[in-house]
């Protein structure tokens, strides 16, 4: 069973780089595509970007300035990069595997999640 | 970018109900929807992807259907742990959008 294992820096003052990083268990880590969304307290679900195994990215264009998102296949790991940060990235982030985006005659979706990680950006 | 809304934003339903929750898309994207559902404090769980299709799990009384620009998501009997938020994700473009979500509450 696949599980997606997340960490990195919880609290950050304004203009600091959000880090994180989640871990792939129990599966393939290449052949997938690789999110990160977040939620802002009380929001819903934004999506923030997209990698596959090979590195090639895809950005939602607010953030797409300050975002930079990249995979370790030696560790099959991902990694979320999000600099200058305000009290508006104040949110939960979450990694998730996209399944089936590559592959022909298969509906893609993001079939597993990570558990989550808060963060606070406050002064 | 594909903009999707949701009816209602809110509903609040007794166990045993039927309950739909509606999903427009600004453009057509074919069967590319899912579903998801969170639960209070934790991470979203895949319900239905293609629009239609049960993901491996999911009890039968979750179903989906539509196609184009509207799409709906049917709990034919509402439990008690139905208790969430409900989100429909459009995978046909990027970026990738979510609906706002419609929170399910029992009365």
């Known amino acids: 069973q696949v599980q997606l294992q997340q960490w990195g820096a919880g609290l950050l003052k304004p203009s600091e780089t959000l880090s994180l990083t989640c871990a792939v268990y129990g599966g393939s880590f290449s052949g997938y595509h690789w999110s990160w969304i977040r939620q802002p307290p009380g929001k819903g679900l934004e999506w923030i970007g997209e990698i596959n195994h090979s590195g090639s990215t895809d950005y939602n264009s607010p953030l797409k300035s300050r975002v930079t998102i990249s995979v370790d296949t030696s560790k099959n790991q991902l990694s979320l990069k999000l600099s200058s940060v305000t009290a508006a990235d104040t949110a939960v982030y979450y990694c998730a595997r996209a399944f089936g985006v590559s592959d022909l005659g298969v509906y893609p979706r993001m079939d597993v999640w990570g558990k989550g990680t808060t963060v606070i950006v406050s002064s | 970018d594909i903009q999707l809304t949701q009816s209602p934003s809110f509903l609040s339903a007794s166990v045993g109900d039927r309950v739909t929750i509606t999903c427009r898309a600004s453009?057509?994207?074919?069967?590319?929807l899912a579903w998801y559902q969170q639960n209070p404090g934790k991470a979203p769980k895949l319900l239905i992807y293609a629009a239609s299709t049960l993901q491996s799990g999911v009890p039968s009384r979750f179903s989906g259907s539509g196609s184009g620009t509207e799409f709906t998501l049917t709990i034919s009997s509402l439990q008690p742990e139905d208790l969430a938020t409900y989100y429909c994700q459009q995978l046909n473009n990027y970026p990738r959008t979510f609906g706002p979500g419609t929170k399910v509450a029992i009365k």
């Open positions: 453009q057509g994207i074919s069967s590319y």
